[in-house]
C-alpha cells in the first residue's frame, strides 16, 4: 500500500512535469507565432487591443467588417478612421476591445454596427464561447483579463495553469496565416470587400434571422455597458442599423436599442429600412452589401453624419 | 420546491419499492405470491416511467386520433380536444434506474441472483454517480458482487481507469463537442442546404452519438475504476461492424443485452410455435422499444422500426448472404459490410437526430432530390480541428481492431505512454471545445 502510494506519487510528479515542460515550450512558440501575424482575422483584434488610434472608430460583426468603407469615411469627414468589425463577433467582444482602446486612445467617435437582431444569442455558444476565444491570446492586459473574468472565471483559471490554453481553436489560423497556407481577403484599414453577389432565388424568399427569440437579457446589458463606457469618456457614439434584404429584423429589438441609444444622448440609425439598399445587386448575400453596396451605403452614412 | 423534492422522492420510492419487491421475492415460499409480487415491482417501475416520460406522449397521440376520427366521422372540428398535459419534473437517469431494478427484479424472480439484503448496497448499486445519468445499464450479478469486496488502493488500477477517462475527454471535447458546432449550424437551417450538405451531416451526427455517448462510457468506467469498480463496457468500435446485427452487439451493448435477454428472449420463447415468424416479430418489437426508450417522440419509434427492419431482412437473407461472402474476397465482404452497415445506420440516425419526423423526412426528401451545390464547410478551423480529432478516433480503433498488439496510451514503455498522455492532454487543450455542453445521453 505504502510503496503502491509512493510510486503514484512519483508518477504524478514526473507527469505533471513533462506536461508542464511540453505546454509552456509549444504555448511560447504558438505565442511567437500569434503575435508574428501580419494579416488576418487574428492580426486585426491584436491591431485592435494595441493599436487602434484612429479618431474614428468603426465596430461589429461582419456586417460592420464588409459594409463600412474607411477612405470614404476619411475623405468626407477628415478624420482618421479605423473598421475594428470582425466576423461573428458580438457586443462582449465589441465592449471589451473597446475598453482596452480606451487604455492607450481617445477616439472623437465610434460607430457600432448592430444587427436588426443584435440581443438574439440562441445558446452561450453563440453569446460567450467565441468571444471568450478570441480574447483569450490578450488575458495580460488588465482590462480583456477582468472582461473574461466576469463572464466565465474558468478559463483564466485554464488560461493560468496552461500556456497552450489561450490559443484553444485558433492553432489552424496561427499557422495558416503564418506559413501562408492561408491568405487574407484584401484588408483596407480593416475593412474587407465582398464582391459580386451569391444570392438566390431561395435565399431571398427564406426569411434569416427570423427564427431566433427576442430578446437575451445579457446581450441587452452589453450593449447598455457599451454605450456607458463611451458616456462616461465623453466619446460619441451613433449606433447603426445597416441595410439588409426586407426579411429579417425584430421591430422589439430595433425600437429597444434607439431607445436606449438615444437615452443617452447618442444618435440612432436604421438603414434597414431604407429603400435606397432594396436593389439585389448590392447585396453579397442576404446579410451583407458588397463592395459596391458598401460603398453607396458608407457615402449616404457620411452624408448623415455631416447633416446631423 | 415541490419539483425539486420529486426528484429525490421519485428515485428512492423507485428503490425502496424494488428492494422490498426482491426481498419478499425470495423470501416467499408460495409460487403464486412470488410471481404476484415480482410483477407488482416491474409494475410499478413501468408506472414510474410511463408516467414521468412517456404519459404526455400517449396522451397527444391519443388525443390526436380522437380529434382526427372525431373530425372525419362526425364532421365537428370545433369541438377539437385538447390533451391532458402532466408538467412533472423527470429525475436524471430515470430510464437507466428503473431498467436497471427490472432487471435486479427479473434475476431474483428467476432465481439467478439473490435477492441484496443490505439496503446501502442496494442503493449503492441503483444510484452509483459515475452511472447515474447515462449508464451503462449494469446487472446485478456483475456489480452488487463488488460492493462487497474490501476495496484498496491500487496504483495500477487508479492509472487504467485515468487513461480511459482521458481518451473519453478527448472524444467529448475535441471531436463530439466540435462536430456539434458544424452539425448544429446546419441542422438549424436544414432547409438552406443542399443534399451532399445534409448527407454529410448525417455521417458527422454519426461520429458526433459515437464520440460524445462512448466519451461518456469512457469516463464513467474510468472514474469507476478509480474507485475500484467494473462495470459493463458499452462500445466495442461498432463503426467496424459488418452487419447491423454485428453492431447492435457493439453499440450500447449494456442496453441491447438488457433487451435482448429480458424482451427478446422472453417474447421469442411465449411465441415459439410461430416458427420463424417468432425470432422476427421478437426482433421488432425489441426495437421499438429500444426506440422508445430513447424518448417520447416517433422519431425514436421510427429509429428502432428501421434497426428492427435491418435486422430482419439479415436474418432472412442470412443463407444466401454467406453463399455470397464465400464467392468474395475478405478484403471486399468487409469493406462493402461496414460501408452499408455505417451507412444505414447514419441514415437512421436522421431519425434519431431530428426534432419531429416531419423534419426528419424533409431532411431525407432532400438529401434523394440530389440538389446541386458544393459542400457547406461552415467555419474552416472547425472543420480542421474535427478532421484532427476523427481522424485520431479511427486511427486508433482500426489498430485497436486490427493490430491489438500496436498501443500507445497502454504502451509498456514509460516515454511512450506520457508522451501520448501529454499529446492527448495538448489536443484537449487546443482543439477542445470548453462551452460546458452537455452529454446528449443524459436526456434520456
Excluded at chain 1, 458616456?231 to 449606433?239: F, T
Amino acid at each position: 500500500m505504502k510503496s503502491n502510494l509512493i510510486k503514484a506519487v512519483k508518477s504524478l510528479a514526473i507527469f505533471i512535469l513533462i506536461l508542464f515542460i511540453a505546454d509552456r515550450a509549444i504555448g511560447y512558440f504558438i505565442e511567437k507565432l500569434y503575435f508574428k501575424q501580419k494579416t488576418g482575422d487574428l492580426y486585426q483584434t491584436t491591431y485592435a487591443i494595441k493599436q487602434a488610434k484612429q479618431k474614428i472608430l468603426i465596430f461589429g460583426a461582419s456586417r460592420a467588417m464588409h459594409q463600412y468603407v474607411p477612405d470614404i469615411l476619411e475623405q468626407k469627414l477628415h478624420k482618421s478612421v479605423y473598421n475594428l468589425g470582425r466576423d461573428g463577433r458580438n457586443m462582449i467582444y465589441h465592449y471589451t476591445v473597446f475598453s482596452q482602446v480606451l487604455t492607450y486612445s481617445h477616439p472623437d467617435l465610434i460607430i457600432i454596427d448592430v444587427l436588426p437582431n443584435e440581443y438574439s444569442w440562441k445558446t452561450r455558444k453563440e453569446g460567450e464561447d467565441g468571444m471568450i476565444s478570441a480574447l483569450l491570446p490578450y488575458i495580460d492586459y488588465p482590462e480583456v483579463k477582468a472582461d473574461i473574468g466576469q463572464i466565465r472565471r474558468s478559463d483564466i483559471i485554464l488560461s493560468g495553469i496552461f500556456k497552450t490554453y489561450a490559443y484553444n481553436s485558433n492553432l489552424a489560423q496561427i499557422f495558416g496565416y503564418n506559413f501562408g497556407v492561408l491568405t487574407a481577403s484584401k484588408n483596407k484599414k480593416g475593412y474587407e470587400p465582398l464582391y459580386g453577389t451569391k444570392l438566390t432565388v431561395a435565399d431571398l424568399l427564406a426569411p434569416g434571422l427570423i427564427n431566433m427569440p427576442e430578446m437575451n437579457e445579457e446581450a441587452r446589458n452589453y450593449f447598455k455597458a457599451f454605450l456607458n463606457k463611451a458616456k462616461e469618456n465623453n466619446i460619441k457614439v451613433c449606433v447603426v442599423v445597416s441595410p439588409v434584404l426586407p426579411v429579417i429584423g425584430s421591430k422589439n429589438c430595433i425600437s429597444d436599442m434607439r431607445r436606449i441609444t438615444e437615452g443617452y444622448g447618442f444618435k440612432f440609425y436604421d438603414f434597414s429600412k431604407t429603400g435606397a439598399f432594396a436593389d439585389n445587386s448590392l447585396y453579397y448575400d442576404q446579410f451583407h452589401l458588397n463592395d459596391k453596396g458598401a460603398t453607396d451605403f458608407t457615402g449616404d452614412l457620411a452624408d448623415t453624419l455631416l447633416a446631423k | 420546491m415541490y419539483s425539486q423534492l420529486a426528484l429525490i422522492i421519485i428515485p428512492l420510492s423507485i428503490i425502496i419499492i424494488t428492494y422490498l419487491c426482491g426481498y419478499y421475492i425470495e423470501k416467499s415460499a408460495v409460487e403464486k405470491r412470488k410471481k404476484y409480487i415480482y410483477l407488482a415491482g416491474i409494475i410499478a417501475n413501468i408506472s414510474f416511467l410511463l408516467l414521468l416520460k412517456y404519459f404526455n406522449f400517449f396522451s397527444l397521440t391519443l388525443t390526436s386520433i380522437f380529434n382526427s376520427v372525431n373530425t372525419a366521422f362526425f364532421k365537428s372540428a370545433e369541438q377539437t380536444n385538447h390533451p391532458f398535459l402532466l408538467n412533472l419534473a423527470v429525475p436524471l437517469g430515470i430510464s437507466y434506474i428503473t431498467f436497471q431494478a427490472m432487471g435486479y427484479l427479473i434475476e431474483v424472480y428467476r432465481g439467478t441472483h439473490p435477492a441484496e439484503k443490505n439496503f446501502g448496497h442496494f442503493i449503492t448499486y441503483l444510484l452509483f454517480f459515475p452511472k447515474i445519468v447515462a449508464g451503462p445499464v449494469e446487472r446485478a450479478h456483475h456489480f452488487l458482487p463488488q460492493i462487497k469486496t474490501g476495496k484498496s488502493f491500487d496504483y495500477d488500477t487508479i492509472v487504467l481507469g485515468l487513461r480511459l477517462m482521458l481518451w473519453g475527454f478527448f472524444k467529448k471535447l475535441v471531436i463530439a463537442d466540435r462536430l456539434e458546432l458544424y452539425n448544429s449550424s446546419v441542422l438549424d437551417n436544414y432547409s438552406h442546404h443542399n443534399s451532399i450538405t445534409l448527407a454529410f451531416t448525417a455521417v458527422l451526427c454519426a461520429i458526433q452519438l459515437y464520440a460524445d455517448f462512448s466519451g461518456y462510457t469512457d469516463i464513467a468506467l474510468g472514474l469507476a475504476k478509480v474507485l475500484g469498480f467494473d462495470l459493463t463496457p458499452n462500445f466495442n468500435r461498432p463503426f467496424f461492424s459488418k452487419s447491423i446485427t454485428e453492431f447492435w452487439r457493439k453499440w450500447h451493448i449494456s442496453l441491447s443485452k438488457w433487451f435482448l435477454d429480458y424482451v427478446y428472449t422472453g417474447v421469442t420463447i411465449s411465441l415459439r410455435d410461430w416458427g420463424k415468424w417468432s425470432p422476427i416479430f421478437a426482433l421488432n418489437i425489441t426495437f421499438i422499444l429500444l426506440g422508445l426508450w430513447h424518448g417520447p417522440n416517433w422519431t425514436f419509434v421510427i429509429f428502432g422500426m428501421l434497426q428492427g427492419l435491418a435486422l430482419t431482412l439479415e436474418f432472412l437473407t442470412r443463407k444466401s448472404r454467406k453463399k455470397l461472402r464465400e464467392k468474395l474476397p475478405v478484403a471486399v465482404n468487409t469493406l462493402v459490410g461496414v460501408f452499408i452497415t455505417f451507412g444505414y445506420f447514419c441514415f437512421s440516425l436522421i431519425f434519431f437526430r431530428a426534432n419531429s419526423v416531419k423534419q426528419a423526412l424533409t431532411i431525407i426528401g432532400k438529401i434523394f432530390q440530389a440538389s446541386k451545390g458544393s459542400i457547406f464547410i461552415g467555419s474552416v478551423s472547425t472543420m480542421f480541428y474535427a478532421i484532427i480529432g476523427v481522424t485520431i478516433l479511427f486511427i486508433t480503433e482500426y489498430f485497436q481492431e486490427n493490430h491489438p498488439k500496436f498501443l500507445l496510451i497502454n504502451n509498456r514503455h514509460r516515454i511512450v505512454r506520457h508522451a501520448t498522455y501529454v499529446t492527448l492532454i495538448l489536443l484537449i487543450i487546443l482543439f477542445g471545445v470548453f462551452n460546458e455542453s452537455q452529454f446528449i445521453y443524459f436526456k434520456f
